[in-house]
């Protein structure tokens, strides 16, 4: 367990809503990220960030955006819901002390209709 | 280039029997290669991690075997148990400016039967 609480778990939304699913940490951890989970592509990053306000595109951030104002939290909004978007996320953390290794929170269902 | 080919899809293997699962990557500036067990509905888990500098790494009945000139790692679990029935992910990744990102197999559907 490295402390990390995703929310909302489940979420059903309209096409078209704005959406936003929140990490929180409880460990200082600097890196975190946000994954997607797709049937036959495995988990995908979508942005991740290296520090307060510090935050990077990842290979698949088309129709997302992230804000991180504070250490413990790192917010992932869908500006307009498509159902191409319906996946579930991943919030992780890595941290110098373990390595390259990064840990998953338990993720967030999201069904886009 | 980016890319981790992961093999095969989905695998059903007896109690007791040797499940493997081979990867293969192509960028060679890739310097840890972990694994990740998944059970439903729950997030994927460090099972074990090998970097290039070694052949093998064994943790208890999981093993990867590393072969740095073929660009490819495999996940091999002895004695396979029901309780190993999951998805498996392959990734790799390189420790460039501190930011640890991974690419990711497709994932290995596990089926052990009791």
């Known amino acids: 367990d490295a402390g990390i609480t995703q929310s909302p778990r489940h979420k059903v939304t309209e096409t078209g809503t704005p959406v936003t699913l929140r990490c929180h940490q409880t460990?200082?951890?600097?890196?975190m990220y946000w994954y997607r989970q797709d049937p036959g592509h495995g988990l995908r990053l979508i942005h991740y960030?290296?520090?307060?306000?510090?935050?990077d595109k990842g290979e698949v951030s088309d129709g997302y955006s992230v804000s991180r104002s504070k250490t413990e939290d790192f917010l992932l909004t869908l500006e307009s819901a498509t159902s191409s978007q319906t996946s579930v996320y991943f919030c992780?953390?890595?941290?110098?002390?373990?390595?390259?290794?990064?840990?998953f929170g338990e993720g967030s269902w999201l069904t886009v209709v | 280039q980016q890319q981790v080919k992961q093999s095969p899809q989905s695998l059903i293997v007896q109690k007791g029997g040797i499940s493997i699962i081979n990867c293969a990557y192509e960028?060679?500036?890739?310097?840890?290669f972990p694994w990740y067990q998944q059970f439903p509905g729950k997030g994927p888990a460090l099972l074990i991690a090998?970097?290039?500098?070694?052949s093998e790494k064994k943790e208890g009945r999981f093993t990867i075997s590393f072969n740095k000139s073929a660009k490819q790692f495999s996940l091999h679990i002895m004695d396979s148990q029901p309780g190993d029935s999951a998805t498996y992910f392959c990734a790799a990744s390189t420790a460039g400016s501190g930011t640890y990102k991974y690419i990711f197999g497709t994932g290995t559907r596990l089926k052990v039967l009791a």
């Open positions: 460990e200082n951890h600097r890196y």
């Open positions: 992780a953390i890595s941290t110098p002390s373990a390595g390259n290794t990064i840990y």
């Open positions: 960030s290296y520090g307060v306000k510090d935050t």
């Open positions: 960028n060679t500036a890739f310097d840890y």
């Open positions: 090998i970097r290039p500098d070694v």
